[in-house]
């Protein structure tokens, strides 16, 4: 029996390789002159490259972050070669952005595996899972959710899409989680049931609980991200707020990514860097993550305002431009147009965000 989310229409099972989670820390960076950025990760192995297709969802890759300009092409095979030719293109851009509509299955999983591998392969260091999910396997969903956290995916939920009940667990692995539209949680249950008392049931949940538990500790998510799955009415959907998102290690940068990278980050591009990387990122929570109105605002936004702020800490960094804050995004032409027409509250954030720098470098 598969362990999934209610209410969801049930899906054909496909066969999933059981490997074990593993957790890896970033390695250095190669500084030499690359015509693709290289990928900080060790190569993923122990990927199950039997036949399979998508049975619930679509996806579409593409080799930039302008989805204004669509989604790019439709993947219609997850066969390597097949998945290799459709990001050859994407070695120019050092960027693949991987488009999903559907639910959270085992072929899902294979997906972010399976592409995650081909990008090591590619050399395409910058990686992207655009995603709109109304859920799904909530063990598909970790499996998933493991591939994406050892291959340093930003993930997007924009404002025309969602992100509810297993996809929850998704963003908990994402390096960097950019959010518009509605994530929701329920509380999870195994189809096809023969428990006859909520002591049974209680059993029947309790063989997964520590697998989930784990995983959500390993990717910095809150111990109440597991409340909320345990205890949501599974016919009702609890809607995140903004501020729960960042509260539950679900939206902004991972936690446990950061901790993991400070000291290598620290040692190839030194300390000033670090201090100026954490002072945007706190400028970044409170600007652009945190907007007057939230209701308007779409990761296109989000993005936009985050490329016009970084430039006031000296980001990109010359010295190390792939580690600088939202580095998948250079080359990308995106606009802000409220700030582009009033200079005053560019002045006001150059003034805020000084301050900010210079507490950060003050001695403690």
Same mark, same amino acid.
């Given at each position: 029996?598969?362990?999934?989310? +209610?209410?969801?229409?049930?899906?054909? #099972? =496909?066969?999933?390789?059981?490997?074990?989670?593993?957790?890896?820390?970033?390695?250095?960076?190669?500084?030499? !002159?690359? #015509?693709?950025?290289?990928?900080?990760?060790?190569?993923?192995a122990g990927i199950d490259w039997s036949p399979t297709r998508l049975e619930a969802g679509d996806a579409w890759i593409d080799c930039g972050a302008d989805y204004a300009s669509g989604d790019g092409r439709p993947v219609l095979s997850l066969a390597y070669v097949d998945l290799r030719e459709a990001m050859q293109d994407c070695r120019g851009t050092g960027l693949v952005r991987l488009r999903y509509q559907g639910k959270v299955t085992t072929s899902f999983a294979a997906l972010a595996e399976r592409t995650g591998k081909v990008a090591t392969d590619l050399g395409i260091g910058k990686r992207i899972l655009d995603i709109d999910s109304a859920g799904g396997h909530v063990e598909a969903a970790i499996r998933a959710g493991d591939a994406i956290g050892e291959n340093d995916w930003t993930i997007w939920v924009r404002g025309d899409s969602s992100c509810h009940s297993a996809c929850v667990l998704l963003l908990a692995a994402g390096d960097m989680r950019v959010v518009a539209g509605?994530?929701? +949680?329920?509380?999870? +249950?195994? /189809?096809?049931?023969?428990?006859?008392?909520?002591?049974?049931?209680?059993?029947?949940?309790?063989?997964?609980? %520590?697998?989930?538990?784990? $995983?959500?500790?390993?990717?910095?998510?809150?111990?109440? =991200? $597991?409340?909320?799955?345990?205890? /949501?009415?599974?016919?009702?959907?609890r809607i995140l707020a903004p501020g729960e998102l960042e509260q539950y290690g679900l939206a902004g940068a991972n936690a446990v990514e950061d901790d993991l990278n400070r000291i290598r980050? #620290?040692?190839?591009?030194?300390?000033?860097? /670090?201090?100026?990387?954490?002072?945007?990122?706190?400028? $970044?929570?409170?600007?652009?993550?945190?907007?007057?109105? *939230?209701?308007?605002?779409? /990761?296109? %936004?989000?993005? !936009?305002?985050?490329?016009?702020?970084?430039?006031?800490?000296?980001?990109? %960094?010359?010295?190390?431009?792939?580690?600088?804050?939202? !580095? *998948?995004?250079?080359?990308?032409?995106?606009e802000i147009p409220h700030l582009a027409a009033e200079p005053e509250a560019i002045e006001a954030i150059e003034a805020t965000d000084a301050a900010v720098v210079e507490r950060t470098e003050a001695p403690r």
């Amino acid at each position: 029996m598969s362990l999934r989310w +209610i209410p969801l229409a049930l899906c054909l #099972a =496909v066969v999933a390789c059981g490997r074990p989670p593993e957790v890896q820390t970033g390695a250095s960076v190669d500084q030499g !002159a690359q #015509a693709a950025p290289a990928v900080q990760r060790k190569e993923q192995a122990g990927i199950d490259w039997s036949p399979t297709r998508l049975e619930a969802g679509d996806a579409w890759i593409d080799c930039g972050a302008d989805y204004a300009s669509g989604d790019g092409r439709p993947v219609l095979s997850l066969a390597y070669v097949d998945l290799r030719e459709a990001m050859q293109d994407c070695r120019g851009t050092g960027l693949v952005r991987l488009r999903y509509q559907g639910k959270v299955t085992t072929s899902f999983a294979a997906l972010a595996e399976r592409t995650g591998k081909v990008a090591t392969d590619l050399g395409i260091g910058k990686r992207i899972l655009d995603i709109d999910s109304a859920g799904g396997h909530v063990e598909a969903a970790i499996r998933a959710g493991d591939a994406i956290g050892e291959n340093d995916w930003t993930i997007w939920v924009r404002g025309d899409s969602s992100c509810h009940s297993a996809c929850v667990l998704l963003l908990a692995a994402g390096d960097m989680r950019v959010v518009a539209g509605p994530v929701g +949680i329920h509380r999870m +249950i195994r /189809v096809g049931s023969a428990a006859t008392s909520r002591r049974e049931l209680g059993e029947e949940l309790r063989t997964i609980s %520590d697998n989930l538990r784990n $995983y959500l500790e390993r990717n910095g998510a809150s111990a109440e =991200v $597991y409340d909320l799955m345990t205890t /949501v009415p599974n016919r009702t959907l609890r809607i995140l707020a903004p501020g729960e998102l960042e509260q539950y290690g679900l939206a902004g940068a991972n936690a446990v990514e950061d901790d993991l990278n400070r000291i290598r980050l #620290a040692r190839r591009c030194g300390n000033d860097f /670090v201090a100026r990387r954490d002072a945007f990122r706190r400028a $970044y929570d409170a600007r652009c993550m945190q907007p007057e109105d *939230e209701a308007a605002q779409d /990761v296109v %936004d989000i993005n !936009a305002c985050g490329m016009a702020l970084r430039r006031h800490f000296g980001f990109p %960094d010359p010295q190390c431009p792939d580690e600088s804050p939202m !580095a *998948e995004l250079d080359g990308a032409i995106l606009e802000i147009p409220h700030l582009a027409a009033e200079p005053e509250a560019i002045e006001a954030i150059e003034a805020t965000d000084a301050a900010v720098v210079e507490r950060t470098e003050a001695p403690r």
